[in-house]
């Protein structure tokens, strides 16, 4: 395998609510944490600069000039940079660009940031995501919003594969079980889940309870991406990138050409394809799971298992800790935390933790040297998928 990128170094804000900062704040906190967890570089290490919409999900979300005033507030010029918006398949459109950028010369660095907020319930900002996220003539005016939109996919999923609740909630407990072995994880203080405490967990949208939801919250994260050629002079033991794929499929969930079978099956076969690898060579999976059927679809789509089998393929806790193969080491948007679109970055920085074995003692886990990452974003819209690995 050739590596195309090298993650050298990567850090994360604990994800929770910030009430005093903005998204530009958020931006300066994430990286004065970055710099603080990797003293050994500076600003000068940076070569691109590429950043989401500060606040994408939030009022200050129109700012699509973030690149520009981070890189004036660090005193840096960066050679190639953008503000680039993909929702939560952001951060792993970041790492394709600046694999690219790399490799024609344009830096030898790139840092990805993310900084990811939620509207304030109240703040006029639902509405306004409703509108952005649903066809103005067959969705919005029917109420159409991000839970029943997803609920389309579980339900469409469970007729015509007989995926049941329970199965959906077992994606939840296994969530849960990761997220109690990590020191940041939102939700990891509530404990354990059951399949009957997510069953009878407050009613949402059918066929989702409370506890098959995603919590939304704040955080961002930094990753920094350098030629594979100079990646031993930061990390011992870097994380590189071996192959990718994206796709964009739709924009309205109404105009999706199916429900169960996502852009996600084509961007995963490119991955495979590129890295000269194949879903049986991967150790573990980092897949985005705003609900609980999102790890299911994809689960199929990427090879993980047939179609039809992604519910069958997380019961039992196959997927939790200690189990055959584990998704979602973290504890996943659902018991980590939903930290906005910058989500997206969390499962790369997850994903990058392990293959560079600092994801601590508790959930590191024993081989990890290939991983798959899937991040999607809109309305399971815009996917792009990873494969990662060690050196091979």
Not at 55 to 63: H, K, L, R
Not at 207 to 220: I, Q, W
């Amino acid at each position: 395998m050739k590596p195309l990128a090298a993650i050298v170094a990567v850090s994360e804000m604990k994800p929770g609510r910030y009430p005093n900062y903005n998204g530009m704040e958020m931006y300066r906190q994430v990286i004065a944490q970055f710099l603080r967890e990797w003293p050994q570089l500076r600003p000068s290490d940076i070569g691109g600069l590429l950043s989401a919409p500060a606040g994408m999900a939030s009022a200050d979300g129109t700012d699509v000039f973030a690149h520009e005033k981070i890189s004036e507030e660090l005193g840096i010029e960066p050679t190639f940079s953008e503000t680039i918006n993909a929702g939560g398949g952001t951060y792993a459109l970041m790492l394709i660009r600046a694999s690219l950028a790399i490799e024609r010369g344009l830096c030898d660095s790139v840092l990805c940031l993310g900084a990811g907020r939620f509207p304030n319930v109240g703040s006029g900002m639902a509405e306004m995501m409703s509108k952005l996220i649903s066809h103005p003539e067959f969705e919005y005016p029917y109420g159409t919003y991000i839970p029943p939109i997803f609920a389309l996919n579980a339900t469409r999923h469970m007729h015509e594969f007989g995926t049941t609740r329970e199965q959906l909630a077992q994606v939840a407990v296994s969530q849960r079980e990761w997220s109690l072995l990590h020191p940041d994880a939102l939700m990891a203080p509530q404990g354990r889940l059951t399949i009957d405490k997510v069953l009878s967990s407050r009613p949402i949208t059918y066929p989702f309870n409370l506890l098959d939801c995603s919590v939304p919250s704040e955080g961002g994260s930094a990753v920094l991406v350098v030629s594979p050629k100079i990646a031993q002079r930061y990390a011992k033991k870097p994380c590189f990138l071996y192959g990718y794929g994206e796709k964009h499929t739709h924009s309205s969930i109404s105009q999706a050409h199916d429900l169960t079978t996502l852009g996600s099956k084509d961007t995963s076969a490119q991955a495979y394809r590129m890295a000269g690898v194949g879903p049986k060579d991967m150790d573990f999976a980092q897949l985005y799971d705003s609900f609980s059927i999102n790890p299911i679809i994809y689960a199929e789509d990427l090879g993980l298992c047939a179609k039809g089998q992604g519910g069958a393929f997380f019961a039992g806790g196959r997927t939790a800790p200690g189990g055959e193969f584990p998704v979602n080491t973290y504890g996943g948007l659902m018991s980590f935390g939903h930290v906005g679109d910058a989500s997206g970055q969390t499962m790369i920085v997850e994903a990058a933790r392990q293959i560079m074995g600092i994801a601590g003692e508790a959930r590191q886990l024993k081989k990890a040297d290939l991983g798959v990452v899937h991040c999607y974003g809109g309305m399971m819209s815009e996917h792009a998928t990873l494969v990662l690995g060690s050196a091979s």
